[in-house]
């Protein structure tokens, strides 16, 4: 039997481990049995044996597919939706719906994000956030939105609904959780970008104009999602909330995220300045 080896936190992670544990153990019992019958022991040429035994077993990883593909279908279908502006996705693109291309932000050739970045940003904050919080927190904003179904803001302008329910107390404070929890991830900041950097580049689609995810866009996106966690950070209610969900030493670290992200907006802005010079 193989040692019990404590499974990842993440449910979608834990099912893949456990899947794939499935799988070895049936392998290490047929060796463990074999040993049994010859003393305890199993040469080299058995293990060779054994393992092309199991080759020859079609249907040997059909639980762990299906795990696999239902996990892969309820990923995408979380992705489509998000470019779809579902509630929870709008609202997370909403901290930084202003950098992207259209929009105050200008053109491509001025600085702004391309809107090719939404399907890369919603892989990262998945893989930062975590699967099961985001789906918990994607339940809790439906319910909340419902709470509101029968009030006006069905009359609004679109976009004046969707700052609205941003801003609404109970969507804001699951939102900056989300933002704290990404930013958590760099304490080690530089190395951490440069994965960004590499992840959001690697999972661009590949279109006529080639838009490359920058240092400079990078740092400014962080910024922007970043902007509540930092402001909630000296006060000291918000700061208590905080680490009750995280931990008093993680709102710490944050601070300290904060400051490395300040000090790298600041070192690009004095390098845009010194290019007008």
């Known amino acids: 039997m193989i040692a019990t080896i404590k499974p990842p936190r993440d449910s979608f992670k834990q099912r893949h481990h456990t899947a794939a544990f499935a799988v070895l153990e049936q392998f290490a019992n047929g060796l463990v049995e074999y040993a049994k019958q ?29 795990t696999l593909e239902t996990d892969i279908d309820t990923v995408k279908a979380r992705q489509n939706a998000a470019v779809r502006h579902d509630p929870f996705g709008r609202l997370l693109v909403s901290r ?3 950098l992207l291309e259209g929009s105050e932000a200008g053109d491509l050739e001025h600085g702004a994000l391309s809107r090719e970045i939404l399907t890369p940003f919603f892989k990262v904050i998945r893989m930062m956030v975590g699967v099961d919080m985001l789906e918990e927190i994607d339940r809790e904003i439906h319910a909340i939105i419902d709470q509101h179904a029968d009030e006006d803001d069905e009359l609004r302008d679109p976009t004046d609904y969707w700052d609205h329910l941003a801003e609404e107390p109970q969507v804001a404070n699951r939102l900056n959780l989300v933002f704290a929890r990404m930013a958590l991830h760099f304490k080690d900041y530089e190395r951490r970008k440069q994965w960004m950097l590499q992840l959001v580049n690697d999972n661009l689609p590949h279109g006529d104009h080639g838009w490359v995810f920058t240092n400079e866009h990078c740092v400014r996106l962080l910024r922007a999602l970043f902007r509540d966690v930092r402001a909630a950070l000296p006060i000291p ?41």
């Open 96 to 98: 930084f719906a202003h």
């Open 237 to 277: 209610e918000r700061a208590a909330e905080l680490a009750a969900k995280l931990g008093g030493e993680n709102v710490e670290n944050l601070r300290n995220v904060m400051a490395t992200l300040d000090r790298d907006v600041a070192a690009i802005h004095s390098r845009e300045a010194a290019n007008w010079e």
């Open 38 to 66: 010859h003393d305890g022991s199993v040469s080299a040429d058995k293990i060779s044996k054994a393992l092309a035994a199991l080759r020859e077993q079609e249907n040997l990883f059909d639980g762990a597919w299906m």
